[in-house]
């Protein structure tokens, strides 16, 4: 049974950081590809940032330079370092793995005032 619980969102000036994490069960970091997605209101869900099984990133050219995914295989958990966080980053943020279906997590809400 894969899981995904996400924490670490909240209440930022711009400017600021935040970091997610994003706790696993039922998934192999050797096999499994993770991803942070998010969703602003009104508007579609977007990739953010992702990690390959064998380590590789993608991000998107929005947060490129700011965010940094990664992950403690230990702990089969993925993090989102976000930094310099902007308004239009407010978003909640999910995450996203495919174990022959896709599963998400509920969510954590990321509000950036300016």
């Known amino acids: 049974q894969v899981q995904l619980v996400e924490s670490g969102g909240g209440l930022v000036q711009a400017g600021g950081s935040l970091r997610l994490s994003c706790a696993a069960s039922?998934?192999?970091?050797?096999?499994?590809?993770m991803g942070w997605y998010r969703q602003a209101p009104g508007k579609q869900r977007e990739l953010v940032a992702s990690?390959?099984?064998?380590?590789?990133?993608n991000y998107a050219d929005s947060v490129k330079g700011r965010f940094t995914i990664s992950r403690d295989t230990a702990k089969i958990t993925v993090y989102l370092q976000m930094n310099s966080l902007k308004p239009e980053d407010t978003a909640v943020y999910y995450c996203?793995?495919?174990?022959?279906?896709?599963?998400w997590g509920r969510g954590t809400l990321v509000t950036v005032s300016s």
């Open positions: 990690i390959t099984s064998g380590g590789s990133t």
């Open positions: 996203h793995t495919r174990v022959f279906i896709d599963y």
């Open positions: 039922g998934v192999s970091f050797r096999i499994n590809a």
